[in-house]
């Protein structure tokens, strides 16, 4: 059986085994990192879509394999330099 490098678990979307996009309350925080050819085509498809139903928070930076918590948690550090 052939591994999907692409899927979505409710609020969560990976590339592979990396978490590239997800929910913080009415946030969607999309990881905006560099990987491969292949993550950045799903990182805009992605954006594309979210982009017309809401705000997009982007982190970066993101290691491979991160969960959806990392990336809520780049996004409130990232918030909190910015005060």
């Known amino acids: ?18 978490c590239i996009r997800t929910r913080d309350g009415d946030r969607i925080i999309q990881n905006v990192t560099k990987y491969s050819t292949t993550t950045s085509k799903h990182q805009t ?18 290691p491979r394999g991160a ?11 990232r918030l909190t330099l910015q005060k």
Request: aromatic share 10%; with cysteine.
């Open 45 to 62: 498809q992605t954006f594309q879509y979210d982009s017309q139903l809401a705000q997009v928070e982007a982190v970066t930076n993101i």
């Open 1 to 18: 059986m052939a591994k999907s490098n692409y899927c979505e678990h409710g609020d969560d979307v990976y590339s592979y085994d990396t």
């Open 67 to 77: 969960s959806p918590e990392v990336l809520r948690q780049a996004a409130r550090d």
